[in-house]
Each structure stands twice: as structure tokens, then as C-alpha cells.
């Protein structure tokens, strides 16, 4: 169950990918169309946009979301002996190197991992996470997030806010360029109903897009918690502490040192949003959901 619940999030998180890319190439062409009467030099402009926000995501992320939420670096062990070696123990048996750690001071107990690769992770953790759970629960949620590290997670979820970033400066860039009139020529093929029917089409790309690269990291996420959660039983060989660890999580309050561009990143939603519409806008699957799979471990 275990092997089967990590390979199968390993492929869904594929597929988001993959539609990830394929709506950068579709804003693209749509814009292309639109503003060039040509789709491929859109397509050209959309993968040179969003090269460089990867870039300039993947080289400043991490001190960026480190001071979006208050964190303090810990840089020796005395300064808090539990937490440093237990991070130490998860990252040797996950195989990955030692991660910088961090406290957030917030009574609400929750953590988060980030970072561009293995070599440059962070592990934060709050402090109600350190007073409110023992050690059986805290190894659960460390193994969480080293498995984050482990699986690349943290460059997933980097990637996937360098993409969103860029398609939204596509599209911002798309509205100012039509508020001044900007277009296609006015040709013949233009007036036909098949030109008529295929600006509609691009225009309504060019706005749906935002919403479908929100609901496309918003999957990836809940997704990648999923995986996080099998590989740290699969670390720790003990999904009770996470399952408890989990309760813990969902019974408390919501964080006040979090900020909201870094919530997917939390072991738990830090808000305690409740979404009414499925689980398409959630960027946590339902804690309730997560014990579930990881009792049948």
C-alpha cells in the first residue's frame, strides 16, 4: 500500500506538470494570435517570460520565504537540541544533506520545507509545533518534511510558483496591451466567422489562464502532501506519530506569522480555510482524508 500510494502520486504529479507546461504553451500561442497573428512567436515569448522567472525564482526563493514569515535561523544545536537532532536523524535516513532550520514564533504548531534543491533546503517549524508535540509526533512531521527535500517537492513547488507568476504576467501584460488598443491587423480573414471565433477563443484563454494555473498548483500541492505523508512512514516506519501529529495540527488555531504566498508550503493549512466547492481550490487535501490513507499503512 505504501509503495503503490508513492508511485501513484509520482504520476498524477507528472500529469499536473505536464498540463502546467502545456498552459504556458497555449497562453503563448493564444497571445500570439492575438497581438501577432502569429502563434508560434507567442509560444516564444511565453517560454523566454517564464525562463526567467524560473531563474529568478529558484535563486532567491528561499531567504525571500524565510523573512515572508519571520523566521529565525537556529545555527547550533544547543540552541535547540530536539529539534536539531531530529532533523539531523530524518535527513541520514532519508539521504539527503543536513537542511538550514529555522523557528517561526507562532503558537498555532505547523512546518514547512523549502529551498531550490537538497544541497540549499530549509526546514522551518513553529513554536507551537515544539511545545505542543512530543517526540513521537514531532519525528512524523520532520519526516514529512524531509521527504518533501528527498522528493524534490521543494523545486516542484518552486517551478510551479515561477510558473503561475509568469502566465499572470502574460496575461497582465495581455490586458494592458488591449486597454491601449493593441491587436491584429484588420484583415479579411480577421471579419470572417472563423477569425471572429478564433480572437473569442484566444481572448478567453488569455483570462481563464490564472485560474487554471491556481487550480494547477493548488492540485500539485495536495498532491505532494499525499506523497510526503507515505514517504515519512516511509522514513520513520511509524505512521502513528504523524497521524497524531496531524490531529494536533487540525485542532489548533490559525498561524499569525504566516504569510499567505507560502500556505501551500505548511505541513497543515495555516488559515484553517474551509473550502465549500470540492477540494479544487484547497491548497491542503482534508487532514481527515490524509489519516485515512495513512491508517490503512
Not at 112 to 131: D, I, M
Not at 159 to 179: D, E, R
Not at 193 to 210: K, M, R, T, Y
Request: overall charge negative; aromatic content about 6%.
Amino acid at each position: 500500500m505504501l509503495y503503490e500510494q508513492i508511485a501513484m502520486n509520482k504520476r498524477r504529479t507528472g500529469y499536473v506538470m505536464a498540463g502546467f507546461a502545456a498552459l504556458v504553451v497555449v497562453l503563448g500561442a493564444a497571445l500570439g494570435d492575438l497581438f501577432a497573428g502569429s502563434w508560434l512567436a507567442g509560444c516564444f515569448w511565453a517560454a523566454i517570460v517564464t525562463a526567467i522567472y524560473m531563474g529568478l525564482m529558484i535563486a532567491n526563493s528561499t531567504n525571500v520565504v524565510m523573512d515572508l514569515n519571520h523566521a529565525q535561523e537556529i545555527h547550533s544545536v544547543d540552541q535547540a537540541p530536539q529539534l536539531w537532532h531530529l532533523i539531523e536523524d530524518m535527513a541520514m535516513v532519508g539521504q539527503v544533506p543536513m537542511p538550514r532550520v529555522f523557528i517561526i514564533d507562532d503558537p498555532s504548531p505547523n512546518a514547512f520545507a523549502t529551498g531550490n534543491r537538497p544541497e540549499k533546503s530549509v526546514v522551518a517549524v513553529t513554536t507551537g509545533l515544539l511545545e505542543r508535540l512530543n517526540r513521537e509526533e514531532l519525528e512524523g512531521v520532520i519526516g514529512h518534511e524531509i521527504s518533501h527535500v528527498r522528493n524534490y517537492d521543494i523545486r516542484l513547488q518552486t517551478i510551479a510558483l515561477a510558473l503561475s507568476a509568469a502566465i499572470s504576467f502574460l496575461v497582465n501584460l495581455a490586458s494592458n496591451l488591449m486597454w491601449f488598443g493593441a491587436g491584429r491587423r484588420d484583415d479579411d480573414d480577421d471579419n470572417s466567422a472563423g477569425g471572429i471565433l478564433q480572437l473569442v477563443v484566444s481572448i478567453l484563454l488569455i483570462f481563464l489562464a490564472p485560474l487554471a494555473a491556481s487550480i494547477a498548483q493548488m492540485a500539485l500541492s495536495r498532491n505532494r502532501e499525499y506523497l510526503a505523508d507515505a514517504s515519512s512512514v516511509e522514513l520513520t516506519r511509524n505512521p502513528q506519530g504523524l497521524i497524531m501529529a496531524l490531529r494536533k495540527i487540525d485542532d489548533s488555531e490559525p498561524m499569525q506569522a504566516a504569510d499567505p504566498s507560502s500556505a501551500a508550503m505548511y505541513i497543515g493549512d495555516p488559515f484553517k480555510h474551509q473550502h465549500k466547492i470540492g477540494d479544487l481550490f484547497a491548497t491542503h487535501p482534508p487532514i481527515a482524508k490524509r489519516i485515512e490513507r495513512l491508517e490503512k499503512m
